[in-house]
């Protein structure tokens, strides 16, 4: 069963959330620069975080996706964002399998040209959309 548990820094003004993918794995969606929190609650949850997924560049703090990456995670962001390290881009409707479950990549421009909100699907059934500037909530209501 997928979990999504929000982290709040509410020093930089930013939600961040840790998806228990339900198999053991997680992704966090994005990351501060320091990745303890996740870690510390992948740890508690038993669970690896395996990806990373960044929404936009974020002008007004440092990801924490390069931290992520190198203790394994896989970096997904909008193509567009041209990062300057690895990582898979994606385009508006791109789909990541994520063995089960598929995230869907869903342009969002605004507070960003390449922004992205990001839509968890269990099958074709929405579980979560990740809109840009709000929470991760559930896909249905």
Do not use: C, K
């Not at 929000?6 to 020093?11: A, F, I, M, Q, Y």
């Not at 089960?100 to 040209?113: D, F, M, N, S």
């Amino acid at each position: 069963m997928s979990e999504i548990h929000p982290l709040v820094d509410e020093g930089l003004g930013n939600s961040s959330y840790l998806v228990d993918l339900g198999d053991g794995r997680a992704l966090v969606v994005d990351p501060v620069r320091d990745p303890s929190a996740y870690l510390e609650l992948a740890e508690r949850r038993r669970l690896r975080v395996t990806h990373s997924v960044e929404t936009h560049l974020h002008a007004d703090f440092v990801s924490g996706s390069r931290e992520l990456a190198a203790r394994g995670a896989r970096v997904v962001a909008a193509r567009a964002a041209g990062l300057r390290y690895p990582y898979q881009g994606v385009d508006d409707e791109e789909e990541l399998d994520l063995g089960g479950l598929r995230l869907r990549a869903v342009a969002a421009p605004g507070h960003t040209p390449e922004q992205l909100a990001w839509l968890l699907l269990d099958g074709g059934e929405p579980l979560a959309l990740g809109p840009p500037g709000s929470s991760l909530a559930p896909a249905s209501g």
